[in-house]
């Protein structure tokens, strides 16, 4: 399986319901690097995965329609816990509809799979996977 993957970075705040976030239900920032990896079997007819810098320009625009926002007031979060693990799948979704779109190109239509890596820390991080 080939690869390749692109990356931006995503400053959002939130709170969460639940004993199990402790002092995180209380409304607090958090700043993601995020991590797109496209991955095929095989290369297309220009021998590349997809389009690097249309792949960087599509996570870019779906990051920015989350970027500098308060999640807890955003209508499609309602009532939903956005953590990292959330937030890595509906990433990775908003990039398939892009793919799917064709926003990424005709050689897009090849992919296998998509998978977004949110970074909270050097230390920690989550990722959803997706096939295409």
């Known amino acids: 399986?080939?690869?390749?993957?692109?990356?931006?970075?995503?400053?959002?705040?939130?709170?969460?319901?639940?004993?199990?976030?402790?002092?995180?239900?209380?409304?607090?920032?958090?700043?993601?690097?995020?991590?797109?990896?496209?991955?095929?079997?095989?290369?297309?007819?220009?021998?590349?995965v997809v389009d690097i810098g249309l792949a960087t320009q599509e996570l870019g625009a779906v990051v920015s329609a989350l970027n500098y926002r308060n999640l807890d007031n955003e209508p499609d979060f309602k009532n939903t816990n956005t953590s990292t693990e959330f937030l890595a799948k509906v990433i990775a979704d908003r990039l398939a509809e892009r793919v799917h779109a064709g926003a990424l190109g005709e050689g897009a239509?090849?992919?296998?799979?998509?998978t977004v890596t949110l970074h909270e820390s050097h230390i920690a991080w989550a990722s959803y996977e997706r096939a295409l």
């Open 1 to 48: 399986m080939f690869s390749i993957t692109v990356r931006d970075h995503l400053m959002i705040a939130h709170s969460f319901r639940g004993e199990v976030f402790g002092p995180a239900q209380r409304l607090h920032g958090a700043t993601f690097l995020v991590d797109a990896t496209f991955r095929r079997a095989e290369l297309d007819d220009d021998n590349i």
């Open 109 to 114: 239509q090849g992919l296998a799979g998509i």
